[in-house]
């Protein structure tokens, strides 16, 4: 009988354990499911906050009375501008100046290249000695470290005013900004285990000053991180310097984004990650970041379109265009539900010296001449985009075959 009543308690005892053991993993589960389908859930429909806007536009009526009118405009939901900033690791200037348009609802993205000797400059701008777009973060920068902010503040502080200072003189929002150490640059490149180009002649340019050692066979291969440095930075041999370059740039960029959406994975966005956030500041959040990721994915590649600022040679400087900027605007970067106008564009003529006579002309030029209206798509860009070489570097690159 204590047999019998001993064995049916054991009985009772395993089951039990049984049970408890049951209930501790689907407690366990439980628990860490939650977070994860709320992760999911949250990711799946957080989208960014658009930023409205408030432009003051000053006009002087028949009678000669200066009236201030102010515009309140209101971002449409789904469209968001970033701010796109590379610099090298020395100087801090920003060689790489970029708006960026990610549209959800049409899923297109739109990017422009500002040629970084495009003049900019005036009242608003953040010292006297600024007079080109690629000065503007620096000088923010510098202030910033001199009134005894830390390296990682005055960043944070200098993008932030960079951010505000062109979302104002182009009239647009800029919802967030980012900017990379080049040096960041070649090891994302590396990591992606490089980018395949079709190098159109031999590149070959050594400055020291600039820590510059650039050295690229003709041909298709594929580029690591520090010849995709040279790649993007290289101008010495193009008639057209800086507007070459940025074709480049625009060339390799859409290279890049190929790579990207047809091998990005889970294990390749880990390796990514810590580099990304090593040598970048930016305000966005990961939130912010996972959602610009999904709507670049989302994108046919014939829907990725490139352009450079209309703009012309003047001297030292690339003078801005005024009417063809203001059409390219409102055309691919207004996410406002009000069309932006010409008396709230460059209110503040950021864009043009206006002690310069010969500038303002081209500044207020017929824009006909400067901007057709096209725009570089990714699926047909390389047959496209054709960068003149100067004759002169072409018959050195000759010389040193022979030799």
Do not use: W
């Amino acid at each position: 009988m204590d047999r019998q009543m001993y064995e049916e308690r054991r009985k009772r005892l395993k089951k039990r354990k049984r049970r408890s053991g049951l209930g501790i993993f689907l407690t366990l589960l439980t628990v860490v499911s939650i977070p994860i389908i709320i992760l999911v859930v949250y990711f799946k429909f957080y989208k960014p906050d658009g930023n409205d806007k408030i432009l003051k536009e000053t006009v002087t009526d028949e009678y000669g009375n200066v009236i201030e009118i102010t515009h309140e405009l209101e971002a449409v939901e789904d469209e968001y501008n970033i701010l796109v900033l590379g610099h090298d690791k020395d100087a801090k200037l920003t060689d790489v100046v970029i708006l960026v348009n990610i549209n959800k609802n049409d899923r297109k993205l739109t990017v422009m290249h500002i040629p970084r000797d495009t003049y900019f400059g005036g009242k608003k701008a953040p010292s006297s000695s600024v007079d080109k777009v690629n000065e503007v973060f620096v000088t923010y920068y510098n202030g910033y470290r001199k009134s005894g902010d830390s390296e990682k503040t005055a960043y944070s502080s200098a993008l932030a005013d960079t951010k505000v200072l062109f979302s104002d003189a182009l009239a647009v929002n800029i919802d967030f900004a980012v900017i990379m150490d080049l040096a960041g640059f070649r090891n994302i490149v590396d990591i992606l285990g490089g980018v395949e180009m079709d190098v159109p002649v031999a590149m070959k340019y050594f400055d020291e000053e600039q820590g510059l050692s650039i050295d690229i066979p003709a041909g298709k291969q594929t580029l690591n991180g520090e010849m995709a440095e040279g790649f993007v930075r290289f101008r010495h041999g193009y008639v057209q310097a800086d507007m070459g370059r940025i074709n480049a740039q625009k060339l390799f960029l859409n290279a890049l984004l190929k790579k990207l959406k047809s091998e990005a994975d889970i294990s390749l966005m880990v390796d990514l990650a810590p580099e990304i956030i090593k040598n970048t500041v930016t305000d966005m959040g990961v939130d912010d970041m996972v959602y610009f990721a999904k709507t670049l994915f989302a994108c046919d590649v014939s829907d990725i379109g490139m352009l450079t600022l209309p703009s012309q040679v003047y001297d030292k400087y690339m003078v801005m265009n005024r009417a063809a900027t203001l059409e390219v605007i409102n055309k691919h970067f207004n996410t406002f539900d009000k069309k932006i106008t010409d008396g709230i564009f460059d209110s503040g003529n950021m864009f043009c010296d206006v002690s310069d006579g010969d500038m303002i002309s081209m500044y207020n030029a017929s824009p006909d001449k400067l901007y057709d209206g096209n725009v570089y798509f990714s699926d047909s860009m390389e047959d496209e985009i054709r960068i003149p070489m100067d004759k002169e570097y072409l018959e050195e690159i000759n010389k040193s075959k022979a030799e």
